[in-house]
């Protein structure tokens, strides 16, 4: 089935609903988890979630990664932004983190069951469709600001633009 793209206005465009990932990296590998609830539930994606209100993308990022995972990560480094116009739920501007070093230990929990996967073993069949257009690319150190219009669980378009080294 084709599906017709529709319109957006990125001049004016606003993402109601602020969520942030974020992917740790050490030895060769990144942190990642199944997730089990919330938006994308079954699917592999980094740990994240949702901004509260008047809490910062970092205070976020870490706060997530302590309920899902029982982990800090220290001194997150942003990345980038991604906007998704969804069809089906509020469009969501998500602000990507990563990070080298974390305290605690990697637990699972009622929200996530976490996964240390190697490098080139990114399971994106698993995963959100966006991913393969920016992950790689991120882990390898690339700043980017995406923007990806979804209908459902499927990506009809995006757009991509690397921050230059
Ligand atoms: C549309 O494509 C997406 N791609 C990627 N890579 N990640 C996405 C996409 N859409 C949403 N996400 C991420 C962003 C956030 O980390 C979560 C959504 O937040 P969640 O529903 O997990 O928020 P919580 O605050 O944890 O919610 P609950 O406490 O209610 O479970 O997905």
């Not at 910062?56 to 942003?78: F, G, S």
């Not at 698993?126 to 150190?141: N, S």
Request: proline letters at 6%.
């Amino acid at each position: 089935m084709v599906m017709a793209i529709r319109e957006v206005d990125w001049q004016h465009w606003h993402g109601e609903m602020p969520a942030t990932l974020m992917f740790v990296v050490q030895e060769g590998k990144v942190l990642l988890i199944e997730k089990l609830r919330g938006i994308g539930k079954g699917k592999v994606n980094g740990p994240g979630g949702k901004i509260d209100p008047g809490e910062t993308p970092e205070q976020c990022v870490v706060r997530e990664c302590q309920e899902e995972l029982h982990i800090t990560p220290l001194d997150p480094v942003k990345m980038g932004e991604l906007c998704f116009a969804m069809s089906d739920i509020p469009d969501i501007h998500c602000h990507v983190f990563m990070a080298t070093r974390y305290e605690g230990v990697p637990t699972a929990t009622e929200e996530a069951i976490p996964l240390w996967t190697d490098l080139d073993q990114i399971p994106y069949d698993r995963m959100w469709e966006d991913d393969r257009c920016w992950l790689a690319g991120m882990l390898a150190g690339r700043k980017f600001f995406g923007r990806f219009i979804f209908e459902g669980e499927t990506m009809l378009w995006h757009e991509l633009d690397w921050q230059a080294h």
